[in-house]
């Protein structure tokens, strides 16, 4: 199994992408893999754009960061975000990203202009994931969903996984676990139908 | 057992094991996190490390000094432009020395992700004439902690380590080691050391001065330094600190055919640098920050172009390194997949929603309409964010502090209205002493302390200002008639205005206190600021 995995979070300081992060994290330490995972704090984190890159590798991980056109996947929180790390996905790389828009600059595009350039990329998977975290009852599980849309692209186990978010949110009680592996589900099960 | 941890809280770990007493510091990104660390560590609380924020930077080094002087190893901890605060200690507690163990630890922030300069710490290292240690990655943070505690006790100087966002802010499997214990109380062997006077301090700075050489010759032989052999002499590298991921990432596996210096400690090691240059056509040089060794390495004139790197144009002068500009410089092709989209727009950072700053700035330029005088002079942290729009409501925003002592001199100049915006943290780090200056002179000015109960940019962290303001303000002989305290929300628009208003009116200084705690502080902490209500100006 290929192993090597670039992965680019995006999203608007405070939307929560260092949670996706921290479950990859898990899932990789789990799978006796090599991690490494950049952050942003400070300035961008009141409202401005944020990114993480996470890197898990059986081989020795060296920067920090992951080089232009190498990222395999771009997991984002919104769609604006989303297209900004474009630069760094690799030929045929995977776009997954929640359609909801975080609309805190005055002259925000045209939400149709943001889909049409998504979908002119071949393996995008676009979807309402707060709508779909906010039926099963928990609208903080978007994240969740989304990090399911993208699990069967990335080369960890299914079972990695729910342990990682079981150990998460252990401290939160079982039932935002249950309701988190719920969302984290569900967002499989939908980007099973997209990509097949 | 491997833990993941950013290279901050690796670093922080280092400390812990090194055995330290107490690390002191104020917070500031992108090196925030090694305090908290130890804050939040259970072994650094069972073992009584002293790990509250200090008031500045400044405070924090001489606080550590006290405890290396008591014989204890000590750690400070500061972004970048924080060491030019406490430059006056650091500068002189190399030519004193060390008693206990002390290390500095500096983060810089090339490309200026959260600061207003990429002033590269290695300079004030080199300045004070000190030992420099520049971790490459996670686990070098730790170990490099580690040893930096035994280099400064073997050497009786302070050592730096410097560290960049990147590494600070990045997450790796850590394997920890020992712990070392913490020394007792045992104070200086010579009566002098720390009795800076010229008598004393002449025989302290020809210490330093001798010690040049043993320095030299300990960096030479430092396992943080290495030199890979390589087959391809056209080109030899020296890559410091987190440059050399950046380069070996450029690399399937690591495979590299050129020689590589991987330089982590200073001063410059001399051998390895001559068997490079002797042996090679080219010198690469890949540093992050400013051209700190290609300068060093260079000739002056730059008619000798056998060393390239950001001095020659090869690396971009300016901005952080990555792996793309480094893949660039060795010629490279970058294959990317598509540019950036057009339809893609900045979203710069911006003041929470519910953030009492907001309605502060709505005040300050309804006043704006009034008068076509007014400056605001602001200062370092969130509400610096009035600079951009929607706000636009600041004019000027240098460091910390800058605010009521820009106003005084451009009120002195004949400005008028001349505002200052300074958060309650960042009047207690720099803000009090020119309130002083201004207060001797009665100045026209009106100083307006934007008091969010928190050091808010930085993650909320306790103000030293919390509860203390109008007693401050009232000590340092401000005219009680003239301090005023507003609450800024919409509701009080109106009313705050005419506040200011009169204020402004007033000739001489007068100070406001924008009282609305920030969004982001914990439920606890804005408990706790209830127990301030009952400070009143009366
Ligand atoms: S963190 Fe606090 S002070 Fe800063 S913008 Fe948000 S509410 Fe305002």
Same mark, same amino acid.
């Given at each position: 199994m290929r192993t090597k995995t670039n992965i680019i979070l995006a999203g608007v300081g405070g939307q929560g992408i260092l949670t996706i992060a921290a479950i990859l994290d898990t899932a990789a330490l789990d799978n006796n893999l090599n991690v490494k995972q950049s952050e942003v704090h400070g300035m961008s984190q009141r409202g401005g754009a944020v990114q993480s890159h996470v890197r898990i590798s059986d081989k020795p991980i060296y920067s920090d960061l992951i080089p232009q056109g190498k990222a395999d996947m771009i997991i984002s929180v919104e769609p604006m975000e989303l297209l900004r790390y474009l630069p760094f996905l690799k030929k045929d790389g995977y776009l997954i990203t929640d359609s909801n828009p975080f609309e805190n600059i005055s002259n925000y595009p045209e939400l149709e202009t943001l889909y049409n350039e998504i979908k002119s990329h071949k393996n995008h998977i676009l979807i309402n994931a707060m709508k779909i975290a906010k039926d099963l009852g928990n609208s903080k599980a978007t994240n969740m969903v989304l990090l399911g849309a993208a699990s069967s692209l990335i080369p960890l186990s299914d079972e990695s996984f729910q342990k990682a978010i079981a150990t998460l949110f252990e401290r939160k009680g079982e039932r935002i676990v249950a309701k988190n592996l719920e969302a984290y589900l569900k967002g499989k099960e939908i980007a099973a139908e997209i990509v097949s | 057992m491997k833990k993941l941890l950013l290279g901050n809280e690796a670093l922080a770990q280092g400390a812990i094991d090194a055995g330290i007493s107490g690390v002191y510091a104020y917070p500031g990104t992108p090196s925030t996190e090694i305090t908290e660390y130890i804050q939040k560590s259970k072994i650094a609380q069972e073992s009584n490390i002293h790990s509250s924020w200090s008031v500045n930077e400044k405070t924090a080094m001489e606080a550590a000094l006290g405890m290396s002087y008591a014989g204890k190893k000590s750690m400070v901890v500061m972004k970048h432009v924080g060491l030019? @605060?406490?430059?006056?200690?650091? &500068?002189?507690m190399s030519v004193s020395g060390i008693n206990g163990g002390l290390v500095v630890v500096v983060a810089d922030d090339p490309s200026m992700h959260s600061s207003q300069n990429e002033q590269d710490s290695r300079y004030y290292g080199k300045f004070a004439m000190i030992p420099i240690l520049e971790p490459s990655n996670q686990q070098e943070c730790y170990e490099i902690t580690k040893y930096a505690f035994e280099l400064s006790e073997e050497l009786g100087l302070p050592v730096l380590i410097r560290m960049v966002t990147r590494l600070s802010h990045s997450r790796a499997g850590v394997i920890t080691g020992e712990k070392v214990a913490q020394n007792n109380i045992h104070l200086p062997k010579l009566s002098t050391q720390f009795q800076l006077i010229p008598m004393h301090a002449r025989g302290r700075y020809q210490n330093l001065v001798d010690l040049q050489p043993d320095m030299l010759k300990i960096s030479e032989n430092s396992d943080f330094n290495t030199f890979h052999q390589g087959t391809n002499k056209t080109i030899g590298i020296i890559a410091s600190g987190i440059a050399y991921n950046y380069l070996m990432e450029n690399f399937e596996d690591g495979e590299c055919p050129y020689p590589i210096l991987k330089i982590s400690q200073y001063p410059l090691p001399k051998n390895p640098i001559k068997q490079l240059f002797d042996t090679c056509e080219k010198i690469l040089v890949l540093e992050d920050g400013y051209p700190f060794i290609e %300068?060093?390495?260079?000739?002056? #004139?730059? %008619?000798?172009?056998? +060393?390239?790197?950001? #001095?020659?144009?090869? +690396?971009?002068? @300016?901005? %952080?390194?990555?792996?793309? =500009? +480094?893949?660039?410089? $060795? /010629?490279?092709?970058? @294959? $990317? =997949? /598509?540019?950036?989209p057009k339809v893609v727009l900045g979203r710069p950072p911006q003041l929470c929603v519910g953030c009492g700053h907001n309605d502060l700035f709505d005040a300050i330029n309804v006043l704006k309409k009034e008068? %076509? =005088?007014?400056?605001?002079?602001?200062?370092? /942290?969130?509400s610096a964010l009035g600079v951009l729009s929607p706000y636009k409501s600041i004019n000027? $925003?240098?460091? &910390?502090?800058?605010?009521?002592t820009m106003a005084k001199g451009a009120s002195d100049a004949g400005i008028h209205p001349a505002i200052a915006v300074i958060g309650d943290s960042t009047f207690t780090h720099s803000g009090m002493t020119g309130l002083l200056d201004a207060i001797i002179e009665n100045t026209p000015i009106t100083v307006i302390i934007s008091d969010n109960s928190a050091i808010a940019m930085t993650g909320a962290q306790d103000s030293a200002a919390s509860g203390r303001l109008i007693s401050i303000c009232k000590g340092l002989g401000l005219d009680e008639d003239h301090l005023k305290v507003i609450t800024p929300l919409h509701k009080n628009l109106q009313e705050n205005i005419d506040i200011i208003r009169e204020e402004i009116n007033h000739k001489g200084v007068s100070v406001i206190i924008a009282q609305r705690p920030c969004v982001q502080l914990p439920k606890e902490k804005k408990d706790k600021l209830k127990e301030y209500k009952n400070v009143s100006i009366n």
């Open positions: - | 030019n @605060v406490a430059a006056d200690v650091f &500068m002189n %300068e060093a390495i260079s000739d002056f #004139l730059g %008619e000798n172009r056998k +060393i390239i790197g950001r #001095l020659s144009g090869d +690396i971009p002068r @300016v901005g %952080e390194l990555n792996p793309d =500009n +480094i893949a660039n410089a $060795l /010629g490279f092709d970058i @294959v $990317l =997949n /598509g540019d950036l008068t %076509e =005088n007014q400056q605001v002079f602001g200062d370092i /942290g969130c000027t $925003l240098i460091e &910390m502090g800058a605010s009521i």
